[in-house]
């Protein structure tokens, strides 16, 4: 596909970066060039910023209603637009199309579910101690909002801020990874076409160092909303202390996927095969640890070693394609030092275990899916984020030992866990240290829902009324009669 140049929106104009310079966007399926977007740093970032401070007062001061029309205007083009969304989205990120259009679905609904939570933004009323007084209670804006997001959903991560945000009446500068930024631009022409008037809504790409640190020093941005890796996620939470600047983090998980010898297997294997595999493993909420009760393990991993040998892996515009890339040669090498590491201290891999490195998907960064048996602590993918399509199975005695097994890190973004006891479902549902439980269920991340983290996993809630919570202030307003 031949290259194309694309730009920043800042202050509603379509912009170069201010040393003319661009970076280059690749197809991780094939190593071709998709396109550019501009390298920007710290003084396109305060441009925008400042456009952002300016667009503030009177787009905060429009009627929920009149934010809302805006919104859902763009929520309703991406689903019309489905298919060219979704083509960028693989050509970029790599994920097959039907998981990309999923994908951008998913990411439109944050932007009509917050529209219409925009309508129901409101404040209280408290009875006084006095007679003579009353006291109000406003949810008002935050005022600017920065947003940096990953590369991983290229969409919904930044839907799932800026919807918020903007049906808050808040306005937005985003900085989108730069694996992805040719999604992000499109999303912003539709914000365009939906008519938010200029400084409302901007996009910055290019040097994430520079234009993070002109988020957290500039004092006109008020809240930081952030989705990538607990390392840089740590150092926001740090830069963000000098302003005590607001912060939502959404950092790594290390989800455990608990199977109980009473589970139905059949489900759990399809569920772990959908939760694990979508996104190559790419996902902060796939299942990194799969903990297998020891009387139905052997049956457990051989129904599910048989299900991934037959997954395609490919690029992702062709049909039939299960799996796509990883991102990078960075994340390739990892996925397979954790494999190599398992297998080196006595895993034993039941399928894949092995990078591609010949013909078509030699030019790409694919990794087989990979089943691993005989998994233990002593083993770096039982402490680390893999992000790649790796299945570590543990096999485990008693509900006590798995839930001490299970919360044992620092993370705590998601768990999942299969039984068909209800006692027992209640018990682990209550014990289990994660924001994000799936009981029976691979799928938890809906728009209507809470979505963050305990622990190290992050600060914060995104999705639903609470997404929207994120981006208001609360003012007590005592008044004396
Ligand atoms: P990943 O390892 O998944 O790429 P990162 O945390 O590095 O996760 O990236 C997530 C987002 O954070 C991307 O938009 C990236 O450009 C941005 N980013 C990376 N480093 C910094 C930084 N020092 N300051 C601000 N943003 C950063």
């Given at each position: 596909m031949a290259s194309e140049t694309n730009l920043m929106y800042i202050d509603g104009q379509w912009q170069e970066a201010d040393s003319g310079k661009h970076f280059e966007v690749m197809?991780?399926?094939?190593?071709?060039?998709v396109g550019t977007a501009p390298a920007g740093s710290w003084s396109e970032a305060r441009r925008a910023i400042v456009a952002a401070n300016r667009a503030f007062p009177a787009w905060a001061a429009l009627t929920a209603k009149e934010r809302a029309n805006s919104l859902l205007h763009v929520g309703y083009e991406m689903q019309a637009r489905k298919e060219q969304l979704a083509r960028l989205i693989t050509l970029e990120c790599g994920k097959p199309l039907a998981e990309a259009e999923a994908e951008v679905l998913y990411a439109a609904e944050f932007v009509t579910w917050s529209a219409e939570e925009a309508k129901r933004v409101g404040g209280e009323t408290i009875p006084a101690s006095a007679p003579n007084k009353r006291i109000l209670v406003l949810r008002q804006p935050i005022g600017v909002v920065a947003a940096i997001t990953p590369w991983n959903f290229p969409a919904a991560m930044i839907t799932r801020k800026v919807a918020p945000a903007l049906a808050a009446g808040c306005t937005v500068v985003v900085k989108p990874a730069e694996q992805t930024p040719l999604t992000a631009m499109a999303l912003f022409r539709l914000f365009e076409e939906a008519g938010?008037?200029?400084?409302v809504a901007n996009l910055v790409t290019g040097d994430a160092q520079e234009i993070g640190k002109e988020f957290l020093g500039n004092p006109q941005v008020r809240k930081i909303s952030f989705t990538g890796s607990t390392e840089v996620g740590k150092l926001l939470m740090r830069g963000a202390a000098d302003q005590v600047k607001r912060l939502a983090l959404e950092l790594g998980g290390h989800a455990p996927f608990i199977v109980f010898d009473d589970a139905d297997l059949d489900r759990a294997v399809d569920g772990l095969i959908a939760c694990k595999f979508r996104n190559a493993g790419q996902t902060?909420?796939?299942?990194?640890r799969v903990y297998v009760q020891e009387p139905i393990f052997n049956t457990f991993a051989a129904k599910l070693a048989e299900k991934v040998r037959a997954l395609k892996l490919g690029n992702g515009l062709e049909p039939g394609v299960h799996i796509g890339p990883l991102i990078d040669d960075a994340a390739l090498t990892k996925v397979r030092a954790h494999v190599d590491d398992a297998v080196r201290k006595g895993a034993r891999c039941l399928c894949g275990g092995r990078p591609r490195t010949e013909?078509?998907?030699?030019?790409g960064h694919f990794f087989e899916p990979t089943v691993l048996s005989n998994?233990?602590?002593?083993?770096r993918i039982a402490g680390e984020e893999t992000f790649g399509p790796v299945a570590p199975l543990f096999s485990f005695r008693s509900e006590e030992e798995v839930l001490a097994k299970a919360n044992a890190t620092t993370y705590g973004l998601a768990a999942y866990f299969y039984t068909r006891d209800a006692a027992r479902l209640f018990r682990v549902m209550e014990r289990l240290e994660y924001g994000i439980v799936g009981a029976n269920d691979?799928?938890?991340?809906?728009?209507?829902a809470p979505f963050g983290g305990y622990k190290e996993s992050g600060l914060g809630r995104e999705g639903g009324r609470f997404g929207v919570e994120e981006y208001l202030e609360i003012k007590n307003v005592s008044i004396a009669l």
């Open positions: 197809n991780p399926a094939t190593g071709d060039v938010l008037p200029a400084g902060c909420i796939c299942a990194n013909g078509e998907l030699g030019k998994v233990n602590a002593e083993m691979h799928a938890p991340a809906v728009p209507q």
